[in-house]
C-alpha cells in the first residue's frame, strides 16, 4: 500500500520560510514524480510544483518560481518543498502527490496522495 505522509506546516510571519516534507513508503518510486499541489479555503486545488525521483527535474507554477525549491532524499524516500519570502496568499492546505510518468500540474492525474498540511502566513 503506497503511504505519503506530510509534514513542517505551520504559522510564519510574511517574508518567513517553512520546509515541508513528504515521506513515501510502500513501494519503490524510481519512476514516479511528486507534485505538490495547494488548496485555499474557497478556492480551487492548484499546482505549485514538482520534481521528479530520480533525475531531480523541477518544473514550478510562476507563482511560486523564485520562492520555493522541491528537492529529494532517495535515501530516506522523501521530498522536500522549501518555501521562502512567504506571502499571505501562500496560506493553504499544501499537500504532495505521485504518479508516473511527467510532472503535471493537473491534480486529478495523480494517483496518490497525502493527508495535507496546513501552511498560514500572516501579513
Known amino acids: 500500500q503506497v503511504r505519503l505522509v506530510e509534514s513542517g506546516g505551520g504559522l510564519v510571519q510574511a517574508g518567513g520560510s517553512l520546509r515541508l516534507s513528504c515521506a513515501a513508503s510502500?513501494?519503490?518510486?524510481?519512476?514516479?514524480?511528486m507534485g505538490w499541489f495547494r488548496q485555499a479555503p474557497g478556492k480551487e486545488r492548484e499546482f505549485v510544483g514538482g520534481?521528479?525521483?530520480?533525475?531531480?527535474?523541477?518544473y514550478y507554477a510562476d507563482s511560486v518560481k523564485g520562492r520555493f525549491t522541491s528537492s529529494r532524499d532517495n535515501a530516506k524516500n522523501t521530498v522536500y518543498l522549501q518555501m521562502n519570502s512567504l506571502k499571505p496568499e501562500d496560506t493553504a492546505v499544501y499537500y504532495c502527490?505521485?504518479?508516473?510518468?511527467?510532472?503535471?500540474?493537473?491534480?486529478?492525474?495523480?494517483?496518490?496522495w497525502g493527508q495535507g498540511t496546513q501552511v498560514t502566513v500572516s501579513s
Open positions: 520534481i521528479t525521483w530520480s533525475g531531480g527535474s523541477t
Open positions: 510502500g513501494r519503490t518510486f524510481n519512476s514516479y514524480v
Open positions: 502527490a505521485s504518479k508516473r510518468g511527467l510532472i503535471a500540474t493537473n491534480w486529478n492525474v495523480y494517483d496518490y
